[in-house]
């Protein structure tokens, strides 16, 4: 795959709390797309394990709680799996309570629109993008035409936040959750955080088991709280709400994060995208994780401790740096355990003048050799490269114009041919009333009446 054609991502949403219920949600599972038949045939050999067939929801959660709990476990521990959800509370958003939207479904699609074009600008802003989005929605019995309008909303949403040449949403589609397990899961995770919420600590909690495991895998008591904008497992409530407050996640299974693949977080970058970063399990052309970054990362941590060990000039063990590096030193041997374990080993000659000074001496050549490599490299380029893709942004507009341009001209064409149709339909129509009208004027000759008494013999 290209860096010129985009990555293509597939995003399964289901709602819950749509009847008598204080919070509504959606919630959704995001996914790399040629990792799709892997995750349905994961979920398949999990269900199959536990005697589970057919759908699974949070509703039908009761009673199978091996496989929930399982299940829950392979999804924090996978990094290609993402969910994304928006809570808000019926009584503080407006839109709930107009009279003329009591009985429609209006608020529900705006919501949608909501969590899938934030969270798809979101994930246009990382690395490989620009993406497509393939977007499936639990099907509620909507016709083709309301689906239709549906995928105009989202895609000019996600056109808004970002700058995309190509149609962001390449399919988008009401689909039967019995077909879809990432409907599915995304309907288990949600209910659940739902159902938490609803109950609030006063009423009697209905499946906690499950629950307090979800809890657990985030690292809290509860799912009583909102979580900070992040990759793995989102927990959003509309600023129009008032509610729970955020708290920081300390996720189980730390190498389920998407973020722990990078040296560093994984930040929010505004509203709509995240800073650089994005693991490799979501693309599979990108290749490996930059190690060399964290092997040097890890040799200037073990030459700070050289020197911080001559300064000192301390026997015995000591232990430098902090994060993922940890540098151990003892006697004439420095030894660096990087958080990618990579092992690094440097012998220095404790105490003395020249060992210190040929660890100076290095560090001039070093910073020498990136002196002449930064004056060899050609500035030009960069510039080159940025003028090179405002070009193509400007292309693909000027082409997206003219193709606008041309169908409002066929659509011109069109409409001038059909009026003049219906004027030739309305003069034809005219002519034949006026002949009819003549026609009747006409006069016919009168018969002559017969006189009384004639023809009495």
Same mark, same amino acid.
């Given at each position: ?33 040629? +990792? ?11 269900? /199959? ?24 476990? $392979?999804?924090?521990?996978?990094? $290609? ?15 709930? !309570? ?24 979101? *994930? ?18 909507? #016709? ?7 995928? @105009? ?38 209910? &659940?955080?739902?159902?938490? $919420?609803?109950?609030?600590?006063? /009423? ?6 499950? @629950? ?7 690292? $809290? ?5 909102? !979580? ?21 996640? +300390?996720?189980?299974?730390?190498? =389920? ?16 995208? *995240? ?27 073990? #030459?700070? &401790? ?9 026997? =015995?063990?000591?232990?430098? =740096? ?49 002196? /002449?490599?930064?004056? #060899? ?56 009333? #006026?002949? /009819? ?21």
């Amino acid at each position: 795959m290209t860096e010129a054609v985009p990555r293509t991502m597939s995003v399964y949403c289901d709602e819950t709390g749509a009847h008598d219920c204080s919070y509504f949600a959606w919630g959704s599972i995001w996914m790399a797309h040629e +990792r799709q038949d892997e995750f349905n045939a994961r979920i398949d050999a999990i269900a /199959k394990k536990h005697g589970v067939r057919g759908e699974f929801g949070w509703k039908d959660s009761q009673g199978r709680a091996a496989f929930c709990k399982e299940l829950v476990r $392979w999804f924090f521990q996978q990094r $290609w799996v993402c969910f994304q959800s928006l809570f808000v509370r019926k009584q503080d958003m407006r839109i709930f !309570t107009t009279e003329r939207l009591k009985n429609d479904t209006v608020a529900y699609k705006k919501l949608l629109c909501t969590l899938v074009a934030v969270n798809a600008a979101n *994930f246009d802003a990382l690395p490989g993008g620009p993406r497509q989005f393939r977007i499936l929605v639990d099907q509620v019995g909507d #016709k083709p035409s309301v689906t239709e309008e549906e995928y @105009r909303i989202v895609a000019a949403a996600i056109r808004k936040r970002t700058d995309h040449a190509l149609p962001p949403v390449a399919t988008f589609a009401r689909v039967d959750s019995q077909s879809a397990r990432g409907i599915q899961l995304a309907d288990l995770l949600v209910g &659940a955080i739902r159902a938490e $919420w609803e109950a609030d600590g006063k /009423k009697p909690i209905k499946r906690g088991g499950l @629950r307090k495991y979800i809890a657990e895998c985030l690292g $809290w008591e509860n799912l009583r709280a909102t !979580t900070p904008r992040n990759l793995k497992f989102n927990i959003w409530l509309h600023n129009a709400c008032e509610g729970y407050a955020m708290h920081p996640m +300390r996720l189980k299974y730390p190498q =389920g994060d998407p973020e722990e693949a990078f040296s560093g977080k994984v930040v929010m970058r505004g509203r709509s995208g *995240f800073r650089p970063g994005f693991p490799s399990e979501f693309r599979s052309d990108w290749g490996e994780l930059d190690a060399k970054r964290r092997l040097a990362r890890s040799r200037e941590a073990a #030459k700070g &401790a050289v020197l911080e060990a001559h300064n000192k000039g301390k026997p =015995g063990e000591e232990k430098h =740096g902090t994060g993922e590096d940890v540098v151990r030193s003892a006697g004439a041997d420095v030894e660096v355990v990087g958080g990618s374990h990579l092992t690094l080993r440097i012998t220095r000659v404790a105490g003395s003048a020249k060992g210190k000074s040929s660890v100076a001496q290095s560090r001039e050549v070093a910073k020498e050799k990136a002196r /002449k490599t930064k004056e #060899k490299k050609p500035k030009v380029v960069g510039v080159a490269i940025k003028e090179t893709k405002a070009a193509e942004r400007a292309e693909a507009r000027a082409e997206r114009l003219k193709t606008k341009k041309a169908r409002a001209q066929a659509w011109a064409k069109r409409k001038a041919k059909s009026r003049a149709r219906k004027k030739a339909k309305k003069e034809q129509w005219e002519a034949r009333m #006026k002949e /009819k009208e003549a026609s009747r004027k006409v006069a016919k000759p009168k018969e002559k009446t017969k006189k009384k008494g004639e023809g009495v013999k």
